[in-house]
């Protein structure tokens, strides 16, 4: 933050007193409170609307910086997107021994349905959050890949707003890049995938599981920016593998899809037959062509921890280029080499499942007591193909505003990549904040908040 | 844009709880006069006859006084008939049709529904009723006056118009029809002017309805049963008017049909046409002569069945099941059944009250 490039914006700051800055944030949160701007919290009686605690105190990021950080997004859709098709189609990565084919093939999340279909511009993640975190060197990693359904671009923009409302006198001639027009892009994406007999007026809709989801907010923001319906499972029938929705004049052909409904839970037919979210025969009607669908079907095998290890020898294999933004060093413990090393400094990393109870079994290693080591060398020793090791990041931190002080907290930062024929990255992205003092923790269940992220324009 | 047919019913269902909420809390507002006995109490029974929720009251509480009908009717969120249930059924639809309504529509009912939740049982006393009441009923009225300048003017505002007059025009034939056998004391002999007790029931009645003001313009002399009832069911200018209600429906839904070419909706359609019809073809006098309570128990049935083919038109509803069978609960998430799906069986149990 002590950069050029921020020099005016902390001037800018420092002269707004401390009483005005409070009152700033305190009609931030209500404001946000009022428009609803939420995500649900299920307690133990009722859902509850809560809102993502807003810290006013920006991010800002330089245009040289964001140059890079947008290249290294690109490269790695580009290349998530190649592997898509390559494991769907000819499997060479996995004939060429880059990655172990049962941890694709074995993968809950491949679909063996998809292999040999087309979709349009080879593109299978058209949405997609890539979440970053920045060493103690300042050096951006990336930590993991969301390529599936990704939440949080609906506060990026609307963080703006606010931001835009509470503080024009920061924000002028600041030269901000601006992040409202995620809705047109997205939409443009979803009529560049639409199937050529929708003509040239494709029906867009955003499917939704329903307004007991935690990220109904996003959806309809996403609907409402787009201008598109947002529909639920039941306002959409499959006819002739045609997809329709049920409108006051009768059924409605529909051909774009943003569907923030799980692969499993699509199609009873096709997937998991207890689920009532979806739509039957949909899957029928996408592998006809009939209908697009953002994300593709089967794109959560390239987001999880175990394939996310080898992405850097994917952008090297597809695109023969070294990564623009690095992985979070990682060992993959199924290889001999780096089960050694885990084990011989388990005291010093981060020791996690890949399996899909994700989140669950992690040892971090300086937090971990003797017992719990021995424990965990037990498991690698085991079972080692399902570990992966990382050093502790040492996330940086950002000026953040705490009970009414200034104090330095914990920063990640999720970005947002469009691709329809190509791809187009939000100028911006979503900053999560730990709140708590010391913790690296930026989720909003336990504490976190988020912030404005600032990408500044080029003025050379 | 073709308009989700879920979409239509929710803004529908908006408009209905919005316009039941401002109702209720007229009612509860008049309360004071209203409820008088012949004795000159105040009857706080009457209310819950009103509603026909006498045993959803008596399930939790022993005795109908001040304290027990205001709390049922104000914030008992278990109480589907409370003023908390209706604005929160009214959000509910208002959040899933926040695509389709404008932010500061939706941002008033949130608004709205936030403070209500805030409310403690000891700021809704008798005393206090007056000015919770007048402030719900100002809610309401900024919802409608914010809906009026800022709805976008396409199906939508179509189907939240039929919504709030077939809503209006149903509470209009309830406030009569609950006062209608203390005010017409015997078929035919009702006196000309009333007593001094019924004036002052009337009026409460009007006032109730805001036409208190509007009905003396018409009648600066005199007030009888029959120039109050036929106001409130025939005067062409009163707002709250049954006909002027009908009016509108008919003119929103043959307008609906010819503008967006809708296919759907000729049943309800002749409904309307026939309850305008029926409305316009007999006078007050012979309306009280045969029995007012039977012609607005057909009223209220009429509109029912409106409702049901306007659902079936354009909502994908399905029709009623035969009765014997209970209609299964098709809706995927509780809630929305909850918000939507029991208007129409609620309108039922309310045009049995006598």
Same mark, same amino acid.
């Given at each position: ?295 593709? *079907? ?163 | ?247 509108? *429906? ?37 309306? *009280? ?14 509109? *029912? ?50």
């Amino acid at each position: 933050m002590e950069a050029a490039h921020t020099a005016l914006i902390r001037e800018r700051l420092a002269a707004i007193d401390f009483d005005d800055l409070r009152r700033r944030a305190a009609d931030v949160e209500r404001e946000l409170y009022n428009l609803g701007i939420t995500f649900l919290v299920y307690s133990e009686k009722d859902a509850v609307d809560r809102i993502l605690p807003f810290d006013i105190i920006p991010r800002v990021i330089s245009a040289q910086e964001w140059a890079h950080l947008d290249a290294g997004v690109q490269q790695r859709v580009a290349t998530l997107n190649l592997f898509l098709h390559d494991i769907y189609h000819d499997q060479k990565i996995l004939k060429d021994g880059i990655i172990p084919p049962e941890l694709v093939l074995g993968n809950p999340n491949f679909r063996p349905q998809m292999v040999g279909l087309d979709i349009p511009h080879n593109t299978y993640i058209h949405i997609m959050g890539v979440d970053l975190v920045r060493d103690r060197h300042g050096t951006f990693r990336v930590l993991e890949d969301n390529g599936r359904v990704p939440s949080g671009v609906s506060y990026v923009v609307e963080n703006r707003h606010m931001m835009q409302r509470i503080f024009p006198d920061l924000m002028q001639g600041i030269g901000i890049r601006p992040v409202d027009n995620y809705g047109h892009k997205l939409l443009e994406a979803l009529y560049e995938i639409a199937p050529a007999s929708a003509g040239d007026d494709p029906q867009g809709a955003l499917l939704s599981p329903g307004a007991y989801n935690s990220a109904y907010f996003e959806h309809i923001f996403l609907a409402r920016e787009m201008g598109v319906p947002l529909v639920e499972g039941r306002d959409l029938v499959v006819e002739n593998d045609r997809v329709y929705m049920k409108t006051t004049d009768g059924l409605a052909p529909v051909h774009s899809i943003y569907r923030r409904i799980g692969d499993d839970f699509l199609d009873p037919r096709a997937f998991n037959p207890d689920s009532l979210l979806g739509v039957p025969g949909i899957f029928d009607a996408y592998r006809k062509g009939n209908v697009a669908l953002a994300n593709a *079907i089967g794109t959560g095998v390239a987001d999880d921890k175990a394939v996310y290890c080898y992405v850097p020898r994917m952008i090297k294999y597809y695109l023969d280029q070294d990564p623009i933004i690095p992985n979070v060093d990682t060992r993959i413990c199924r290889e001999p080499d780096a089960l050694q090393y885990t084990l011989d400094h388990l005291d010093e990393l981060v020791v996690k499942p890949v399996g899909e109870a994700g989140g669950y079994g992690i040892t971090i290693g300086p937090r971990a007591s003797k017992a719990e080591l021995e424990d965990c060398r037990t498991k690698l020793l085991a079972d080692p193909a399902n570990y992966i090791s990382q050093p502790v990041v040492d996330l940086s931190v950002c000026p953040t505003m705490v009970d009414g002080d200034i104090e330095p907290r914990h920063v990640d930062l999720r970005p947002f990549a469009i691709t329809g024929s190509k791809t187009w990255v939000l100028p911006g992205g979503l900053t999560r904040v730990a709140l708590k003092r010391g913790t690296l923790i930026v989720n909003s269940s336990q504490g976190g908040g988020s912030k404005d992220t600032w990408v500044l324009e080029d003025r050379a | 844009m073709n308009l989700l047919a879920r979409y239509a019913e929710c803004i529908f269902w908006m408009a209905r709880y919005m316009e039941r909420a401002e109702n209720l809390a007229r009612i509860l507002d008049v309360q004071e006069t209203f409820a008088r006995d012949s004795k000159g109490d105040i009857n706080w029974l009457s209310i819950v006859q009103l509603y026909a929720d006498e045993t959803a009251f008596f399930e939790r509480h022993s005795e109908a006084t001040a304290e027990t009908v205001i709390q049922f009717y104000v914030l008992d969120p278990q109480n589907t008939s409370s003023l908390t249930s209706m604005i929160r059924a009214a959000r509910e639809n208002a959040r899933i049709l926040r695509p389709w309504i404008s932010t500061e529509m939706w941002t008033q009912i949130n608004v709205f529904y936030n403070k209500l939740l805030e409310l403690k049982p000891k700021d809704v006393t008798a005393r206090g009723l007056g000015r919770i009441c007048a402030w719900i009923k100002e809610e309401c009225q900024t919802h409608t006056g914010i809906t009026e300048g800022t709805f976008y003017r396409d199906q939508g505002w179509y189907f939240y118009q039929m919504g709030k007059y077939i809503e209006r025009a149903d509470q209009t034939t309830r406030l009569l029809d609950i006062k209608y056998h203390t005010l017409v004391p015997t078929v035919g002999d009702a006196p000309p002017d009333g007593s001094t007790l019924d004036v002052s029931q009337w009026c409460t009645v009007l006032r109730s309805a805001a036409g208190y003001h509007a009905f003396r313009r018409v009648y600066p002399r005199g007030m009888s049963p029959a120039t109050v009832a036929g106001f409130m069911l025939f005067n062409e200018g009163f707002p709250r008017s049954v006909v002027m209600c009908v009016r509108q *429906i008919d003119g929103f839904l043959t307008r609906l049909r010819s503008r967006y070419s809708l296919r759907r909706g000729a049943a309800a359609m002749e409904s309307v046409d026939e309850l305008l019809g029926a409305l316009l073809s007999r006078p007050i006098e012979a309306v *009280i002569r045969e029995g007012l309570h039977d012609y607005l128990d057909w009223v209220q049935r009429q509109l *029912i069945l409106i409702t049901s083919e306007i659902g079936q038109a354009f909502f994908g509803l399905e029709p009623p099941a035969p009765p014997a069978v209970e209609a299964p609960a098709t809706s995927q998430s509780g809630g929305q059944s909850q918000s939507q799906g029991d208007g129409q069986g609620q309108s039922q149990t309310q045009a049995a009250v006598p």
